[in-house]
């Protein structure tokens, strides 16, 4: 069972730019393509930036240019690199595996990107 630790939201404004990390409990994390997901109020959950075990990313329309994914394996972790952010933009992100697992939903963390 994979638990899923994520951090670096926060508050900023409309331009700005965050850096989110989730780290992965498992050994086998080099083997799991993996997903960022964000939900806002009143909203479904979408997913907004995947990476697989080889390192192939994909975007979704909304975040393509200003969100990079990226992985390091050596440390069991994903990140996701947000800039020109946008009021839109705010949810809470998580990251699971792509498709994702119900163990998998860890706290995740707010983004909230306003003036």
């Known amino acids: 069972q994979v638990h899923f630790v994520e951090s670096g939201g926060g508050l900023v404004q409309p331009g700005g730019s965050l850096r989110l990390s989730c780290a992965a409990s498992t050994r086998g994390f080099r083997f799991l393509h993996m997903g960022w997901y964000r939900q806002a109020p009143g909203k479904e959950r979408e997913l907004v930036a995947m990476?697989?075990?080889?390192?192939?990313?994909n975007y979704a329309e909304s975040v393509k240019g200003r969100f990079t994914i990226s992985r390091d394996n050596a440390k069991n972790t994903v990140y996701l690199q947000m800039n020109s952010l946008k009021p839109e933009d705010t949810a809470v992100y998580r990251c699971?595996?792509?498709?994702?697992?119900?163990?998998?939903w860890g706290q995740g963390t707010q983004v909230t990107v306003s003036s």
């Open positions: 990476i697989t075990s080889g390192e192939n990313t």
């Open positions: 699971n595996t792509n498709p994702p697992t119900n163990n998998g």
